[in-house]
Each structure stands twice: as C-alpha cells, then as structure tokens.
C-alpha cells in the first residue's frame, strides 16, 4: 500500500518477504526493525510483519514489513500476502544452490499474485558463509538483469546490506509512486480535476500479528 498521510509518516508501504524456508527471511526482518539477529530461529508459521519508520528523500516512510513461511504448509493464503505490496525482497542463501534455482519461481509467484509495479530486490543472503559459496555472485547478478530487478548480497548475521536492501527498495517505491502521482496530476489539470488529489496504490488488509525472534 502507499498511503499519503498528514501525521507520523507521509508514505505508508507495504514490503513482502518471500523465497524458500532457511534463507533467512526473519532475521533479516528482525535485523532491519530490531536490530537482532537468532542464530536458531524455528520457522515461520502464518504471517508476521514489523514496521520501521525511515527518511527517504526528506519524507518520513513507514515501512511495513510481511513475513510469512517459505515452506508452502506453513503459509498463509497468498494473495492476502501479496495484496497492496508496492515492494518485495526475493531472498536466496548464498549457500544454498537450491535457493537460487527457485528465485524463478518466486518471480512466478510475485508476478501472478502481485501489482505489476511492484519494486523488487533480489538477496542473496548470508553472505558471510562465502566459504561455503554455491551461488556465483555473476549469476545472481545476470539473472536480477535479465528480470529487471535490483540485486545485493546482505548477512543478516552481521548486518550487512540489510539496511541497504531495504532503503533501495524504499527509494524505488518512492520513485514509482511520485512518478504516478505526476502522471495522475498532469491528467487531473487536463480534465479539469483539482489538484493534491490523494493516490492510494492498492489495499490495506490486516489481520496479522507480529512476532519475536526465537518465539515458538
Ligand atoms: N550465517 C548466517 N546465517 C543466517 C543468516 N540469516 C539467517 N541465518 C540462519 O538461517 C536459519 C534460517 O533463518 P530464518 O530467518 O528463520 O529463515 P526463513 O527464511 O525465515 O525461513 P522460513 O520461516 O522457514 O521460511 C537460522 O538458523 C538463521 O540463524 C545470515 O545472514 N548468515
Ligand atoms: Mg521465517
């Protein structure tokens, strides 16, 4: 969602997490809203999210985070997730080949389910096991390329790019949303509209709650 607001924040956006179980989804959720990292983190059951408020470009953003289980059975139903999403982290372990072969399939997944202007990051997460390497830097890049995505190599475990990933993402939204904006003022002048018209992109949904590190 995109919600142009006159309080605490000017944007509300709505940001999901997505890609296979064990990559790493909550911590790097938890590093980013909490600063905290569980080197034994159970699962994700349902749908979880956490919010953190930010600058961006001068505005104040909420930025609201979803979280939900990369194992199908523990999901939730997908196109609530997905529903008012203006920005997606598709995340892979570094280590894991596996991870990576599915990104396609996450894409698939993002592009049924999702906006179409929906701003995308692709992760390659725990990128201080590089010992333990599978997936070759190039290739993630190549394919973000291919798939008009952004792209970063971040560790949750020590922090690093999370913040990153996350302000790019947000930048982008920004962006995307100015540009819609623009465009709906401009056709707002020619049709004789007034101007300042608010321009919501998508829905809220609720109806999730948030949950810490290492609970059950
Ligand atoms: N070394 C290292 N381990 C990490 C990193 N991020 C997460 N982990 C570990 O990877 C495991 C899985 O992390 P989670 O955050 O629970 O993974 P998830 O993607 O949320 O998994 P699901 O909820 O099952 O979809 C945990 O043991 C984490 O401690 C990282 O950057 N580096
Ligand atoms: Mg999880």
């Not at 959720?29 to 080197?39: K, V």
């Not at 990128?127 to 190599?153: G, T």
């Not at 999370?162 to 790019?168: D, L, P």
């Not at 930048?171 to 819609?180: G, P, R, T």
């Amino acid at each position: 969602m995109a919600y142009k607001v006159d309080q605490e924040y000017d944007y509300l956006f709505k940001i999901v997490l997505i890609g296979d179980s064990g990559v790493g989804k909550s911590n790097i959720l938890s590093r980013f809203t909490r600063n905290e990292f569980c080197l034994e983190s159970k699962s994700t059951i349902g749908v979880e999210f956490a919010t953190r408020t930010l600058q961006v470009e001068g505005k104040t953003v909420k930025a609201q985070i979803w979280d939900t289980a990369g194992q199908e059975r523990y999901r939730a139903i997908t196109s609530a997730y997905y529903r008012g999403a203006v920005g997606a982290l598709l995340v892979y372990d570094i280590t894991k080949r596996q991870t990576f072969d599915n990104v396609l399939r996450w894409l698939r997944e993002l592009r049924d389910h999702a906006d179409s202007n929906i701003v995308i990051m692709l992760a390659g997460n725990k990128s201080d096991l590089s010992h333990l390497r599978s997936v070759i830097k190039d290739d993630a890049q190549h394919l973000a390329e291919r798939e008009n995505l952004s792209f970063l190599e971040t560790s949750a475990l020590e922090a690093a790019n999370v913040e990153n990933a996350f302000q790019t993402v947000l930048l982008d939204i920004y962006h995307v949303i100015s540009k819609k904006a623009l465009a709906a003022q401009e056709a707002g002048a020619t049709q004789g509209l007034p101007k300042g018209t608010t321009i919501n992109v998508g829905n809220l949904s609720g109806g999730t709650s948030q949950r810490s590190c290492c609970s059950a």
